[in-house]
């Protein structure tokens, strides 16, 4: 166990997440949101499996364009907040480094040999181990890895519908989710303790047919 949290000591050090978290990554997870707000609506359409007349009448404009109407300040919107929770993260990921150290040093012993892990932490004692110890970890915060994922992001948009239609046809056979109109008195009396409202509040969505 000593040579597995020498290990991930050396993979993991003090600070990893701040430097993770830098301006530098902020810019390219806005690239990454900004490139996700030019998906066609038609593609998002898509994805919620909407009937081909339906599909017809969706116009050719993407999410950024409709944005543009509900909130003129959406992309300043989306920066702030992006800014803010990276700031507000980056201390409480800070302070969960010391037990992600011993998790990877429990992973390390259960998937590695004694020997395997004498000759892991002997390569990350030199000056070119001890840096791939450090760029291991940081190296999908790059830039460039960032960017590949963001390439992907068309792709897994357009692959979407598909998937969903697994989703679908693999869960077929379980029951159907009930509505509200479905409960028992029971079950609404159930629901509504746990949600804090009275029981004769819960609303009753109308069927979908109607």
Do not use: C
Request: aromatic fraction near 2%; glycine fraction near 6%.
């Amino acid at each position: 166990m000593a040579l597995g949290k020498r290990i991930a000591a050396a993979q993991l050090p003090d600070g990893t997440y701040e430097k993770m978290m830098s301006p530098a990554m902020q810019g390219m997870m806005g690239q990454v949101s900004g490139q996700a707000m030019d998906i066609p609506l038609r593609q998002i359409a898509r994805m919620a499996n909407l009937k081909p007349e339906q599909l017809r009448q969706v116009g050719p404009g993407s999410l950024r364009d409709m944005m543009a109407i509900l909130d003129p300040a959406h992309d300043q919107r989306m920066s702030i907040m992006l800014k803010t929770m990276i700031a507000g993260m980056t201390p409480l990921m800070t302070k969960m480094e010391p037990r992600l150290r011993d998790g990877m040093a429990e992973a390390f012993a259960s998937r590695f040999t004694e020997t395997e892990l004498r000759e892991i932490d002997r390569f990350y004692s030199t000056p070119l181990g001890a840096r791939l110890a450090v760029e291991s970890t940081l190296l999908m915060a790059d830039p460039s890895v960032v960017k590949a994922m963001s390439d992907f992001t068309p792709q897994l948009i357009q692959a979407m519908p598909g998937i969903m239609k697994q989703v679908e046809e693999a869960t077929a056979k379980l029951p159907k989710a009930k509505r509200v109109d479905e409960l028992s008195p029971a079950e609404r009396a159930r629901l509504a303790a746990l949600i804090g409202v009275d029981p004769a509040s819960l609303s009753k969505p109308e069927r979908p047919d109607k």
